[in-house]
């Protein structure tokens, strides 16, 4: 027997605009066997405050006055036929709805619209099977960018992920079909984990008379148990609530489905004031590189706009986010009026590559020299390309493509029709959507001898005139003849907006007003950032450059997008590689919109260089976009998609936060945003679903490892060692907001999980931390390089790590250009595999900071070079994303990759210096762990809260001079690490003898100086007679070379000598470096052949002999 409820209820909605009274919300369920019935009340039941709940039968609904109620729910889980009973209810409720009533259909009950004649359009049902593949069971809506049913859910929502494989049955409107109903549009399609799909209409509202109808064609099922109940619950309510009219303020937008078509348009631009072009006078560079142009990546980065394309000629794409606003700009010369004109690409250049700008120089044929400029002008979101010659030339040619590509995951038609018009009296082409929101400005300070522009594919050069090349593209291209002979100079400029055509004029007023400027203001920003943060300096000429290129590049991936704010981007490519979104027209350029990890990562670099205030930005960002359920994001993307599909990112974001105020000092910052902390670590405690003390990857989002043989842990060790580090990192926090219970908590927690850890995925057998922990409380037995993580942060115990470290120095992890996920023995070794043998720079700068962890600072300092290195390497200046397993080679998608930076910073910071700040108690450690032949070291802007600190080391035979300088009074814990076997005669500060120890660790020692205050400066004097050590590995690869297969495993003191112990190829001989001091007395098993006693280092060959087939070798030195 069906059951027909009618649920009179009252509803306040806590996110929308106070009410004096309730909200009055008729719900009829139409159930077979009454348990989503059962769901409903239960859903009311704890809101008891905010509903008067009565039960009608619908035979006597025809008595029921429905201007009663402010709202009417029917709610139809069941699929059978639409009943007499239901036909009948017509009439009364589409007067109700006529009248200004509000209506809401969920489930089957959208077929009402076609029984009642309020939708012609047959509404269709398909089903949707919702199977765990190992990401969960995730579907739902999602808005065309916002619309307030989607309030605190960011445009879209999960509201289904079952906790068992099911076939849900959908209703709506699919492939091309669209409601019909006059006055009706598209609120949201169906989501289904990172995919729109934007030809399945689930949620659609139709306004009837004075009131509107509001359909759920699906996911609304109030009886399935769901991981996302929060998040389901939040939908439910702004449902009820935007019927109401109760969200205010924000923007209703639809999905829309006209046939995008590219068209003319007639927009008044005004009169832009450009200068005249000119020669520029750019000033010799502080930091670049040079070469003959190859085909590899280049871009210029600044906050809002993204330039880039490769060396061999031209832009590829620039990116205004959230759009692609210009792509594919070319350009040709003509040398005479009857030659062929001749494509820069096709044309060999040298190309100069700075942080803020790009320099070409053309040689031609008949002596004319040629040079383009590329450079953003960081005060606006436009961009110049600048272009200047010595000598003649009859034409000089540009060409254009615009397409607006909005950002991935929506289609290349989201934006729906192109509008286009060239502006004579300003020699501007205009491009933009039908709302003028998105809007593209390309344009010159030269007045061209002819313009060509219109729905093409480009331009071809026959019969001595420029031909369009048809498309069926949604595009527009534009071409530019200029005159060579007028003028020797010329500029263009792109600017862009996603806020409309006023800020775009603006900036490419202010831009071609003064083309000249846009380099100095780059030039301004890439000596502030060397100004401001963190600078080293080093006999090491390579260190020293590589690392200025790491914090710059660091520094240039701080993104600000209109509507989501400012934060740090992940990676820098064209849409031309990586994954196209499975769509015709990628909208992904590499990885250039916000992730969660990747900022968590990157960031506690950018505290290590000192740039709290971008820190302080990240983190809003985390919190502005924190889920209802306290998760963090996984995926922002700057077309305003947010993507909750990881398990790290919410545990470290507590890390970030602990790590930001331990640098910054901002108390007040922690106790406004401890709600924020506070919700992390609730939804952090709800994934430990079998209590047993460790968060979870199954049914919250994938681990590290997003699929492959090793997918498939309930928690990874990676992630439990991050949430250890979370529970101190929150008990720190609470101790700062005075929060004393969870203070309590999460320090009681964290021991306890610790332990749990250190016992739980110890292989004993192996040496090492298993990585993933199965359902069944088994564990993976493979050692991977993600275990590094927990050994950085220091949660494990420091005797195991050691044991566990060594090997990820053996041959079979590392290359001379980083380390592997997994070992070349791995059965399923492949060193194209992004998680199965290639090499990430992250992991490379994981490991090194987990060797300095376990004081192995000779292969820290090898890990950190390994990375540095890479600047001189494909994308001059960066650091790749990923490199092949066995030849040093680019893989993966980008070769620009943001953590990759900042993997050389942070060990350099945190490994090499050793820097560990504690603001709370005004006070900073420096471990100091330099390579030991290094006779100076300059560091300045050394940061912890409004302090700045500087140190200036000098080194002579017998004693070593440490000079710190500070702006305010600070506390110094100094621990300079020494080699092994070295006498130490005394510690002088300010000319006072100090009490300090040695402590003698395996591969060197360390002096642990009691806790020293600075005033202003100190001046640190230590006499002693140096030991000896190895010195780190120096093998640089070069570009498509494989690995020497030579490796410094480990050194001790062992009977007088220094015994080191290596690793290599039988047959082949070896060259590795020691620092002796005094010289050698006696060595063993290798042989001098270098000694410069200027700087007391010998260098000595080994010949790893075939005949024992041994990979190590052992020698001695006395």
């Not at 060409?399 to 607006?404: E, H, I, P, R, V």
């Not at 021991?751 to 004993?764: E, L």
């Amino acid at each position: 027997m069906r059951i027909f409820f009618l649920i009179i209820s009252i509803f306040i909605f806590s996110q929308c605009s106070s009410l004096d009274s309730k909200i009055n919300i008729g719900i009829i369920i139409i159930d077979e066997n009454g348990t989503e019935r059962d769901a409903v009340q239960s859903f009311f039941a704890d809101k008891s405050s905010k509903y008067d709940v009565a039960y009608l039968n619908i035979e006597t609904f025809d008595a029921v006055s429905l201007n009663q109620f402010d709202l009417l729910w029917i709610h139809r889980p069941d699929s059978s036929e639409i009943q007499n009973q239901e036909k009948r209810l017509r009439d009364k409720v589409t007067q109700y709805v006529s009248d200004g009533g509000k209506l809401f259909l969920s489930l089957d009950a959208v077929r009402l619209l076609n029984t009642w004649d309020i939708e012609p359009q047959t509404i269709d049902v398909s089903y949707r099977e919702m199977i765990d593949e190992g990401y969960g069971r995730k579907v739902g809506v999602h808005a065309f960018r916002s619309h307030p049913i989607f309030t605190n859910l960011f445009g879209g929502a999960y509201i289904w992920h079952g906790k068992i494989d099911k076939k849900l049955r959908t209703l709506g409107f699919f492939s091309d079909k669209i409601p019909l109903a006059e006055n009706s549009h598209v609120i949201a399609v169906e989501s289904v984990f990172i995919t729109y799909f934007e030809d399945r209409k689930l949620l659609w509202e139709s306004n009837v008379g004075k009131g509107k109808i509001l359909s759920l064609g699906a996911y609304l099922h109030f009886s399935d148990p769901n991981y996302h109940q929060i998040e389901f619950e939040q939908f439910v309510e702004n449902c009820f609530a935007f019927l109401n009219g109760d969200i205010k303020n924000v923007k209703e937008q639809f999905w829309t489905y006209d046939a995008p078509m590219v068209k003319e348009s007639q927009l008044n631009m005004g009169k832009t004031d450009s200068l005249k072009p000119e020669k520029w006078k750019i000033p010799k560079a502080t930091l670049s590189k040079s070469r003959t142009v190859t085909k590899n990546y280049y871009s210029i980065p600044s906050p809002t706009v993204l330039t880039q394309g490769k060396e061999l000629g031209g832009i590829e794409e620039i990116w205004t986010h959230p759009f692609m606003s210009v792509r594919d700009i070319l350009v040709a010369i003509q040398i005479e009026e009857k030659s062929k004109p001749i494509w820069l690409t096709d044309i060999e250049s040298e190309i100069e590559i700075r942080p803020d700008m790009i320099i070409r120089k053309y040689r031609l044929s008949n002596g004319v020299t040629f040079k383009e400029v590329v450079v953003n002008n960081t005060n606006t979101n436009a961009v110049i390309a600048h272009y200047e010659w010595e000598g003649n030339l009859y034409r000089v040619i540009t060409t254009f493509k615009s397409n607006l590509r909005f950002m991935w995951p929506y289609s290349e038609k989201a934006l729906g029709s192109i509008f286009y018009q060239y502006n004579k009296e300003n020699h501007a082409f205009m491009v933009h959507n039908e709302s003028e929101e998105f809007f593209s400005i390309i344009g010159s300070n030269v007045k061209p001898k002819s313009v060509l522009n219109g729905a093409y594919d480009g331009f071809i050069y026959n019969n001595n005139s420029w031909q369009p090349i048809e498309t069926d593209l949604i595009q527009v291209s534009g071409l530019m003849e200029f005159d060579g002979e007028e003028t020797h100079a010329l500029d263009l400029c792109f600017s862009a907006s996603a806020t409309g055509i006023d800020k775009a004029i603006k900036d490419y007023n202010l831009t071609l007003g003064n083309p000249a400027q846009s380099f100095r203001n780059s030039s301004k920003i890439v000596k502030g950032v060397f100004d401001k943060y963190l600078q080293i300096h080093t006999p090491d000429s390579i260190f020293n450059e590589g690392y200025k290129w790491a914090l710059i590049s660091t520094a240039q991936f701080e993104g600000k997008t209109p509507g989501i704010g400012t934060s740090l981007m992940a990676g820098y490519s064209t849409t031309a590689r990586g994954w196209d979104g499975a769509q015709p027209i990628s909208g992904r350029p590499g990885y250039a919109w916000y992730f969660g990890r990747d900022a968590q990562w990157s960031a506690l670099a950018v505290n290590d260089y000192g740039d709290f205030d971008l820190t302080r930005n990240v983190l809003e960002t985390f919190i502005k976009f924190q889920n209802v359920d306290g998760k963090i994001y996984h995926e922002l993307t700057t077309s305003g998609s947010v993507h909750y599909d990881g398990s790290d990112a919410t545990p470290l974001f507590v890390v970030l936060f602990g790590d930001y105020f331990r640098h910054s000092g901002d108390v007040n910052f922690v106790k406004n945003n401890w709600s924020s902390i506070e919700k992390a670590m609730a939804y952090c405690y709800s994934t430990d679903r079998d209590n047993d003390g460790l968060i979870e990857i199954s049914n919250v989002g994938h681990g590290w490892l997003e699929g492959g043989a090793l997918y498939g842990s309930q928690t990874e060790f990676y992630l439990a060692g991050i949430w250890v580090k979370a529970l101190e990192e929150a008990a720190y926090l609470a101790k700062i907001a005075n929060q004393n219970t969870w203070y309590k908590k999460y320090d009681y927690d964290a021991k306890s999980v610790k332990g749990i850890i250190n016992k739980g995925f110890w292989n004993a057998d192996g040496g090492y931390y298993n990585y993933g922990k199965y359902k069944d409380g088994s564990y993976t037995n493979e050692l991977i390089i993600l275990s590094t993580v927990p050994a950085y942060l220091n949660v494990l115990d420091k005797d195991k790590s050691i044991i566990m470290m060594e090997k990820f120095a053996q041959n079979d992890f590392s290359s001379d250009w980083g380390v592997r996920m997994v070992g070349k023995s791995y059965p399923k070794f492949n060193p194209r595999s992004y998680h199965f043998g290639s090499i990430w720079p992250l992991f490379t700068g994981w490991t090194s900071l987990a060797e300095y962890a376990t004081e192995r600072s000779i292969q820290g300092f090898t890990r950190i070079m390994d990375n540095l290195m890479n600047y001189k390497s494909f994308a001059l200046g960066r650091v790749s994303e990923v490199l092949h397993g066995e030849r040093y080679e680019q893989s993966g998608v980008t070769q620009f990759q943001c953590w990759s930076e900042t993997m050389v910073i942070q060990p350099i910071v945190e490994g090499m210096l050793g820097f560990n700040p504690d603001a709370l108690d005004n006070r900073f450690e420096l471990n100091l762990s330099i390579p030991f032949n290094w006779d100076t070291l300059s560091v300045n802007n050394l940061k912890i809260k409004d302090n700045s600190i500087s140190l200036e080391m000098d080194k002579s035979e017998d004693r070593v001079i440490y000079k710190f300088e500070a702006r305010k009074q600070v506390g110094l814990n100094f621990n300079p690490e020494i080699p092994l076997n070295t006498q130490v005669n005394s510690v002088v500060a300010n000319g006072e003898k100090i009490d300090f120890r040695i402590i003698k660790n395996k591969e060197s020692w360390r002096i642990e100086i009691k806790p020293l205050e600075i005033d202003t400066a100190m001046l640190i004097k230590i006499e002693m007679v140096e030991g000896k050590s190895v010195l780190p590995k120096n093998y640089f690869a070069t570009e498509g070379s494989t690995s020497s297969e030579f490796s410094i495993l480990n050194q001790e003191w062992i009977d007088n000598n220094l015994l080191i112990l290596l690793e290599g190829i039988p047959g082949n001989r070896n060259e590795f470096e020691v620092y002796v001091p005094g010289g050698i007395q006696q060595i063993k098993g290798g042989e001098i052949v270098d000694f410069n006693s200027k700087n007391s280092i010998a260098k000595v060959e080994v010949y790893f002999n075939p005949k024992n087939n041994k990979k190590t070798k052992k020698v001695f030195i006395k």
